[in-house]
């Protein structure tokens, strides 16, 4: 697949070092490392904004986007890393600059960075959009009365006591409209986070937040924003069934029983989906098994090749 049409995971940190740096860098590199591993179709990019600042911390060097084709993730670490200290390396640089913009008392934005990241983000996902119409055959035409739909996902971690107040509106608006969520993990316990609420409530992303019962971060990432399926992206085969890992990883070996006849099969982790380019003969030697997902059964191949037959 051509990797200008992936599905992009946009990470954008909102750092106020009430957290330590470095734990929660190395809980959203195993976030999106599982994410990536899990949905096949992702690859990711990771922001960081500091107080009227921000850098792309992944993937910022030219080698960068081969680690996705090669799964490098000590690569993409060492890649973070290295963009990380160079950013904090600044920061008192960066204080300096704007504690000088203050004394002089010079108009700032404070979430300008969060609108200049949007924008971004909101070109991107238009180029990519208009790509897929473009260089498919009839692609214009086959797209028509569809609409925009986009599949790229924002997640939006937020370390500040500020809320996003200073939003550019139309941006949340067309993200809305492309079908980008906006969700928001927030870690400051003093943020009322009236407007991120809102956010996710109106782009239907999900909101959540630290409490003394929810604080593991990596943790909260996964369980709120990890895809639900296992290879939720690969295409279906003859609508119903499908060979899916996704199956194997949630069903017990006392389950595979034909739906039908009651056969016990084994659980050999091949479940095969109808015209496979495989011989009967080989299926029948490993004992293999057809499942349906919309109505959740099983069927050895006897069975199935009775009931293709009526």
Do not use: R, W
Not at 61 to 69: A, C, I, N, S, V
Not at 83 to 111: A, M, R, T
Not at 234 to 258: F, G, Q, R, V
């Amino acid at each position: 697949m051509n990797g200008s049409h992936k599905n992009t995971l946009y990470i954008i940190l909102n750092y106020s070092f009430n957290e330590n740096i470095y734990n929660l860098v190395s809980s959203i590199e195993k976030f999106c490392f599982s994410f990536i591993s899990v949905s096949l179709q992702y690859n990711f990019q990771f922001y960081i904004i500091y107080n009227n600042f921000y850098s792309l911390l992944f993937p910022n060097k030219p080698k960068d986007p081969t680690y996705f084709f090669t799964s490098n993730y000590s690569g993409i670490h060492e890649s973070i890393e290295e963009s990380l200290n160079h950013f904090l390396s600044l920061v008192p640089e960066l204080d300096d600059k704007l504690f000088q913009e203050e004394q002089n008392d010079e108009k700032i934005e404070k979430n300008y960075p969060m609108n200049v990241i949007f924008k971004k983000i909101l070109l991107e996902v238009n180029k990519k959009n208009l790509s897929n119409t473009s260089y498919s055959p009839g692609g214009f035409f086959l797209g028509m009365g569809i609409g925009d739909s986009s599949s790229d996902k924002i997640i939006l971690i937020n370390d500040s006591e500020e809320d996003f107040g200073n939003i550019n509106q139309k941006y949340v608006f067309l993200f809305k409209e492309k079908g980008v969520k906006i969700n928001i993990l927030s870690l400051n316990k003093k943020n009322k986070n009236d407007v991120s609420k809102a956010i996710c409530f109106f782009t239907k992303g999900i909101f959540d937040c630290i409490s003394d019962s929810k604080n593991n971060i990596e943790q909260m990432l996964i369980s709120e924003y990890m895809p639900i399926k296992f290879c939720e992206n690969i295409p279906k085969i003859n609508h119903d069934i499908k060979y899916t890992i996704s199956y194997n990883k949630t069903i017990s070996d006392n389950n595979l029983i034909c739906s039908v006849c009651n056969k016990e099969m084994n659980n050999n982790k091949d479940i095969y989906g109808k015209n496979m380019n495989v011989e009967d003969e080989i299926k029948k030697k490993y004992n293999k098994c057809l499942y349906t997902e919309k109505e959740k059964n099983i069927f050895c191949l006897d069975c199935y090749n009775k009931m293709i037959k009526q």
